[in-house]
């Protein structure tokens, strides 16, 4: 049985508020830096980006996040944007789900290595089954969820919606 969490106008209207939420804990930047995670990370990491850019003056600049997500350590992390264009800035690392923190964890440890001058995460959906020490600094929507169901994020333009199966 497939249950919708969130409808298309309701993930926009959440999308607008965490939008609004960074931008007010980082008003007095010149520039952020928002590092999706890839696939749905990088896509929602992009649409918040169009937001920011229309609701205020910061400079944003989103780059990828290529991580083995079954197998982090077996291959580099790597990200799009060069260390000398997020170096000293804000990085918001961006992802869809979080689920037991895996992902995000390592995706965090990337950035770990260079001097930024401050590191937070944003999801749309945490499911609070965190088996690894990080949580989320901006949360669309956390939901209550056994092990065995699934959240599913589509976010294709105009139908975004969030599943839970």
Request: charged share 25%; net charge positive.
């Amino acid at each position: 049985m497939t249950t919708i969490v969130l409808t298309p106008d309701q993930i926009k209207q959440k999308v607008k508020r965490l939008a609004y939420q960074l931008y007010e804990n980082n008003h007095t930047e010149q520039e952020i830096v928002l590092a999706g995670i890839q696939g749905r990370g990088f896509l929602f990491a992009k649409w918040i980006t169009r937001i920011l850019e229309d609701i205020s003056s910061l400079k944003v600049r989103v780059g990828e996040v290529s991580i083995n997500k079954d197998e982090p350590l077996s291959e580099p992390i790597k990200f799009s944007i060069e260390e000398k264009d997020f170096k000293d800035k804000v990085v918001i690392v961006v992802d869809d789900v979080v689920n037991s923190g895996r992902t995000l964890i390592y995706g965090v440890n990337y950035f770990l290595k260079f001097p930024v001058k401050k590191l937070r995460t944003l999801v749309m959906v945490d499911r609070s089954h965190n088996t690894f020490p990080v949580r989320a600094d901006y949360v669309g929507i956390s939901l209550s969820t056994t092990l065995q169901e699934h959240v599913s994020v589509d976010l294709e333009k105009g139908k975004a919606t969030v599943y839970l199966q």
